[in-house]
């Protein structure tokens, strides 16, 4: 079993800059690809970023490419979601997630087995 605790979100106006942590326990994520997801009121969970086991390739959506920065320490079992230019839209809550082993495409919900329980972000114009 692995637990997901998420922090560093808040409030930051347009324009501003948030790194949110996500801290593993329970067991090692050093041999897991990891992402982050992001869910606004009303809408479906979605794919913001993610990031191989060794860190070595990373994947964002179009939205929050070249704005997002993913990276990991394995050492301290963490990953990290560096957010800049931030926009009222970028809204929701953020949740980073561990991917099963063997799994499917890395932007797809199913592919993740564990999930934190979200740390809130919002950003006014």
């Known amino acids: 079993q692995v637990h997901l605790v998420e922090s560093g979100g808040g409030l930051v106006q347009a324009g501003g800059s948030l790194r949110l942590s996500c801290a593993a326990s329970?067991?090692?994520?050093?041999?897991?690809?990891m992402a982050w997801f992001r869910q606004a009121p009303g809408k479906e969970r979605e794919f913001v970023a993610a990031?191989?086991?060794?860190?070595?390739?990373?994947y964002y959506a179009d939205s929050v490419k070249e704005l997002f920065t993913i990276s990991r320490d394995n050492a301290k079992n963490t990953v990290y979601l560096q957010m800049n230019s931030l926009k009222p839209t970028d809204t929701a809550v953020y949740y980073c997630?561990?991917?099963?082993?063997?799994?499917?495409?890395?932007?797809?919900?199913?592919?993740?087995?564990?999930w934190g329980h979200g740390t809130q972000v919002t950003v006014s114009s």
């Open positions: 990031i191989t086991r060794n860190g070595g390739i990373t």
């Open positions: 997630a561990v991917r099963r082993l063997g799994s499917g495409i890395y932007y797809s919900i199913n592919s993740y087995q564990y």
């Open positions: 329970g067991r090692t994520v050093g041999n897991r690809d």
